[in-house]
DNA sequence: ATCTATATTCTACATTTGTAGTATGCAATT
DNA sequence: AATTGCATACTACAAATGTAGAATATAGAT
């Protein structure tokens, strides 16, 4: 697993954009950005600030610039996720948990959803016997 | 619910001892961040920003000031969890928590924990006849 | 060869955050 | 009153981030 740097906030926008078209040139970034007013240079700006944290890459030698992400988001996802726990709850995923369920309104059907996935989460986790899960 | 401004990842430390504290001298304070060796200037500087965020206050004519939290770490906290929702999930909660059932390595009682606190968040939830929650 | 539009680079500036030196105020002591 | 020590304030600086103007390159049209 390589190392993530921190992304900030306006970043990630553009590596979205990244990661859902896969690689893209700055055209096309821009105008799947179109909705932030950035100028141009803002986002080219990231774009080169992204590259020089190794997360964003060029592919050489096309006429336009074609870019794409060198990390996948979940792995920034999960980067981001243990250094907001870290920084907010200590590291406590129980404390944080325990807040959760209460900040966030969860519907019913999201609670029912999150059980599920919990108790098939379960099952994995325990290698009591069948030690060989075939996904 | 008053407005939480952003608070950085070294200041929520210092935010930490007057949550924990309740209040607190400046020497409090600082025994408290020892392990941290951080100057005594840097942990002003930081208790003087929070001061202007309007997340610390003083409290006046005391003689060695006592410093106290104006916003509750709960409150915080939410804050926190809210915008990291947005800016890493686009503030989808169903996407984080599939995430986060794989990223955070559950043990087998943590996840009963948690099932047990869904639980009761549902029939919390849904106001059916009982509207009446005595806590 | 020149013009024009798009592509790419360089430079710049404000804000936030982490970090800390220096200076001043005040109080107890000699 | 001068000294010493803690309390408080002022100033400074570097890195990260959001934001963008200005300059240059490059390609296609005239």
């Known amino acids: 697993m390589k190392k993530i740097p921190s992304i900030g906030e306006a970043e990630w926008q553009v590596m979205n954009v990244l990661w859902e078209k896969g690689e893209a040139?700055?055209?096309e970034i821009r105008s799947a950005?179109?909705?932030h007013s950035w100028s141009q240079t803002t986002i080219h700006t990231m774009l080169?600030?992204?590259i020089k944290k190794g997360v964003v890459a060029i592919k050489e030698g096309i006429s336009p610039y074609v870019f794409y992400p060198l990390v996948s988001r979940e792995e920034c996802r999960k980067h981001?996720?243990?250094s907001f726990l870290k920084r907010v709850y200590n590291g406590s995923v129980k404390l944080f948990l325990a807040n959760f369920v209460n900040d966030v309104e969860l519907s019913d059907r999201e609670i029912d959803e999150l059980l599920k996935m919990l108790e098939k989460c379960k099952t994995t986790e325990q290698p009591s016997e069948g030690e060989n899960d075939n996904a």
């Open 25 to 27: 040139t700055f055209s």
């Open 33 to 35: 950005l179109k909705e």
């Open 48 to 50: 080169t600030r992204l």
């Open 80 to 82: 981001e996720t243990f």
